[in-house]
């Protein structure tokens, strides 16, 4: 299991994608889809792993929401665990939620450490998808569930013009993949009980009204905060975005499972 290292989401990005998709929120959906991809768990007094927590705003909403036992954070951006970190403190939560930088590589816990593992929209950094669910079956205990979102292309390939140019803006080393490679790396690793569902007509209206608050009451705010040159490539990620999720070809996708 590998992930690009380093510090991809710097301050100016940070600050464009939480005004874009709300403060603590570095994907979109905000609180209400955090509750779509949990319905139905019981989290009280559980260990819960969330892999790529970012700034821990969901995190830090799953802690006081939902009463777990602990919640562990990772991330391999040391700028984004910080800011996790000093949140939680912040929000009197740091005896429940943690927030830690690892290294990529195999998740450095012990196997049969958590209840549930959770992710929402990181999953893309990490190729190796095989490795990936194995790591989670790892550290899942019996009985344990995976509750997860991510960006999922249709097919794994050969990619579209469209969505080469899109991932070629975003340049955040996407490891895109299709939901049929995504169940597959699922029940190669053992999970049961899969389930996944295609969040792409809900997005395709959210991302129409993304650019057009991104270019239109959002831009000179953002300009004065972050720079023009930043705020103009970013809506040309955005354009190029909905292209891809208006072809369907970019699908993000609930996924649950469970560990027998």
Known sequence: MSEDQGQEHDDAMVTLLEAVWGDGFLSPGGPDEIRKIVDGIDFTGKNVL????GTGGIGLFLSEQYEPGSFTGIDVDSGLIARANAEGERRGLQKTA????VE????PFDADTFDVVFSKDAMIHIPEKESLFQEIFRVL???GLVAACDWMS??????SPELKAYIALEDLGFGMASPERYRNAMVAAGL????M????????EKVAHECDALSGPLYEGLVQEVGQEFVDHSVDIWRALKVVVDSGELRPTHMRARKP
Do not use: E, Q
């Open 50 to 53: 969330d892999i790529g927590c």
């Open 98 to 101: 943690s927030f830690i930088c």
């Open 104 to 107: 990529p590589g195999p998740l």
């Open 141 to 143: 205990k019996p009985g």
């Open 154 to 159: 249709s097919t794994d390939g050969p990619f």
């Open 192 to 195: 049961t009980d899969i389930t």
């Open 197 to 204: 569902t295609d969040r792409n007509p809900w997005y395709r």
